[in-house]
């Protein structure tokens, strides 16, 4: 099973199609960009995120992080009259992280129908083509380090995109999706009570997904974790209030780093409103 994601979608009712069933603006997505969206349950909770790369007549939906089938799942049960064809390329179509590269955000290169280079608003600049050169160990070290999300991680059904920093791919003026009342509601409560946040400790990691204990208490989630050099380094999922890093524990290992992960915003006049 490949465990990337590479969907080719054509048909007029495309990007209408994916308007309406994920968080960001889609509809008008010009020839030769990208940007990344998320599909949310009714609760806001997060089920899966792709990147939206349209080339002329069609539209790719890509991501380096998981297999295709969950999400062609999802797309097949929010289909019934649209003109959307649905082509999954990912068995001959690899996508990946491409290091150190430099690409406009939300720009899309092309290599013949193939978005061969994508620069991702906010994040890093995908590869569409041949396996990474880097192994997954390495690769996961890169993705924490720079704080990015990953499904089965951060990108799950336990947390809402903004506790895991994937505000910027939520628009709040777009209209109706599954979750836009829930996480309409937490910009304007000002409810968002946990935030993304890089962590660390000595010795070797500790496994993930992992309650992070106050006191004997669980206050969070350790959701990454991974080696590097004699510590470890990770992302947990953590209350908004500072805390002193000794004071936190994972199973018996007491952290020695909280570090919390520049804040990223939703689109949309009515958070800009609200300060």
């Known amino acids: 099973m490949t465990t990337s994601t590479a969907i080719r ?15 960001n603006a889609l509809i008008d997505l010009a020839d030769g960009e990208a940007r990344g969206t998320l599909f ?16 002329a007549d069609a539209v790719w939906l ?24 649905v082509e999954d390329r990912s068995e001959s179509v690899f996508v990946s992280t491409l290091s150190g590269a430099t690409i406009r955000e939300g720009q899309v290169v092309a290599e013949g129908d193939v978005p061969a280079t994508i ?46 920093n994937l505000a910027h791919e939520v628009h709040l003026d777009k209209g109706c999706y599954t979750g836009q009342e829930v996480l309409q509601r937490l910009v304007t409560y000002e409810s968002v009570r946990r935030r993304l946040m890089r962590v660390g400790g000595a010795g070797p990691a500790p496994s993930a997904p992992s309650d992070v204990n106050l006191a004997g208490q669980r206050i969070g989630r350790l959701t990454s974790a991974v080696v590097n050099g004699e510590s470890w380094i990770g992302l947990a999922v953590l209350p908004w209030t500072a805390i002193t890093p000794h004071d936190l524990a994972i199973g018996s290992a007491a952290l020695t780093q909280v570090e919390p992960l520049p804040l990223r915003r939703p689109i949309g006049r009515e958070w800009a409103a609200a300060g």
Do not use: Y
């Open 62 to 85: 890509v991501r380096d992080d998981a297999p295709a089938a969950p999400l062609l799942a999802h797309l097949d049960r929010q289909i019934f009259r649209e003109d959307v064809k």
């Open 9 to 23: 979608l054509t048909g007029r009712d495309t990007l209408d199609l994916l308007h309406r069933v994920t968080t």
């Open 119 to 164: 620069g991702v608003p906010g994040g890093p600049v995908l590869t569409v083509g041949a396996p990474p050169a880097i192994g997954p160990a390495v690769a996961a070290l890169e993705r924490i380090a720079a704080g990015r999300p990953a499904h089965g991680h951060e990108i799950t059904d336990e947390f809402n995109p903004f506790e895991v």
């Open 40 to 55: 949310c349950d009714f609760r806001g909770r997060l089920l899966h995120r792709a990147v939206v790369a349209r080339l």
